[in-house]
């Protein structure tokens, strides 16, 4: 009982014996249905043996009886005939009038059930009646091999049902010493599994020459369970190696977030962000803040006719010339495709005209094998100064209207304010 009650515990056992037992109770109805329908069948057929017998050994007696027409002495017998605790009812059949196996004389009851079963045995050649074969018809009593069944019933259902549940038992602690013992080691083995303490194996039986599906199970897991302890015990280097990774990527999308990708200057939003601070600290300082902006000549051109990776490389090539010729303090910035902006703090207007001199022939010298020889790349440069308490934008609106001048005026030249055109250029 000790060893029913540990195995009993589980879930998984529960539920097994259960439907075992659903199983195996299932089977033993039918296999008592079975056994009843049998024993039913064998009760019949003594039943029908025994008649037969009293058939034939009251046979010379009715026959002379009827011989004689001793009629009382006939119903005498019929009646002694089914005292017989097998024989309910026994009737004398013959022709009579015209109809055949009429009932001359009978004894005893008729059967409840509307089954008939029986024995009908011919006791008289016919000579002694006119020559009408004369029957004798006795029909057994069923209730008794009905009753023999129905007392036999509960010894059979008793020794089957404590049979099914003995072998279900069995059944189940045979499953469970194969299957369900080796789930519950695995189960518990998780259950108390800690990557970061030291790694515990699940044991497998050494003697076990072949090793089966749950014996391959328990490696897996033991395998895996290895597996995780070595990677728990490595992940603080990694995760301390990811932040390193994950700060060095953040600097670099910020970076990135303020790099115009193809030039390597700033972008629009990195410009205009140093456009703010650079107008605030002028106004602080009281310097002038001067602003250009520069556009490629025919650049379309240069993507229509030598494709987009030439108009590329001269807009990089055309970029580190033009950061080439700027202060430190300065800052250029790619505002949309081949336009270019330029922040020059503290300069005047000598220096503003310089300054696009400067960027107008650097420009100029770059080469460009697809170019050929007699092709330049030119630009148009319109410059100006941030005026005090003037927003950033309306100087750089002011910046591109001259810009579009100097377009409009044939291109490959700068423009700035009237008042802003130095008297002698150096």
Same mark, same amino acid.
């Given at each position: ?49 025994? $008649? ?185 280097? $990694? ?70 990776? !030439? ?29 270019? !902006? ?85």
């Amino acid at each position: 009982m000790a060893i029913t009650s540990s195995f009993l515990k589980g879930k998984l056992s529960k539920d097994l014996l259960y439907r075992i037992l659903l199983i195996s109770g299932i089977c033993s109805v039918i296999s008592i249905s079975i056994q009843l329908i049998i024993e039913y069948e064998y009760e019949k057929r003594i039943l029908d043996i025994n $008649i037969e017998e009293v058939a034939h050994s009251y046979k010379d007696i009715l026959n002379l009886q009827i011989y004689d027409f001793n009629d009382p002495a006939l119903q005498e017998t019929l009646d002694s005939i089914v005292n017989f605790e097998s024989i309910s009812r026994a009737r004398i059949k013959t022709k009579i009038d015209g109809v055949e196996n009429a009932i001359k004389m009978e004894s005893g009851e008729h059967p409840i059930n509307n089954e008939t079963f029986g024995f009908g045995l011919i006791i008289s050649d016919g000579y002694n009646n006119f020559g009408n074969p004369i029957l004798l018809e006795l029909v057994a009593n069923l209730s008794i091999a009905e009753n023999k069944v129905v007392d036999k019933l509960f010894l059979i259902v008793f020794s089957q049902g404590i049979k099914t549940f003995i072998v279900s038992l069995f059944i189940l602690l045979f499953i469970h010493q194969l299957v369900i013992r080796h789930i519950q080691e695995i189960s518990n083995w998780f259950a108390l599994y800690d990557p970061t303490s030291p790694f515990t194996p699940l044991k497998i039986n050494p003697k076990s020459k072949k090793n089966n599906e749950l014996d391959n199970l328990k490696i897996s897991v033991n395998e895996m369970g290895k597996q995780i302890y070595q990677h728990a015990s490595s992940l603080e280097n $990694i995760v301390a190696q990811r932040t390193e990774e994950l700060e060095k990527s953040k600097s670099e999308l910020e970076k990135l977030a303020f790099t115009d990708h193809l030039t390597g200057i700033a972008n629009r939003n990195a410009f205009f962000k140093q456009a703010d601070e650079e107008l605030g600290r002028a106004r602080r300082l009281s310097y002038v803040l001067g602003l250009m902006m520069l556009d490629l000549d025919n650049f379309k051109s240069i993507n229509d006719n030598y494709g987009h990776d !030439a108009g590329d490389e001269v807009l990089k090539v055309i970029s580190k010339a033009m950061n080439d010729c700027l202060r430190k303090q300065d800052t250029l910035g790619r505002i949309g495709g081949e336009e270019f !902006a330029v922040i020059v703090p503290g300069t005047d207007k000598v220096g503003m005209h310089r300054l696009a001199k400067r960027l107008q022939a650097s420009i100029e010298l770059q080469k460009f094998s697809f170019l050929g020889e007699n092709k330049k790349v030119t630009v148009s440069i319109g410059y100006t100064k941030v005026n005090q308490n003037e927003l950033f934008k309306s100087a750089l609106k002011r910046a591109d209207e001259h810009l579009y001048t100097a377009k409009n005026n044939g291109r490959n030249q700068f423009i700035t304010d009237k008042e802003f055109v130095p008297s002698i250029v150096g």
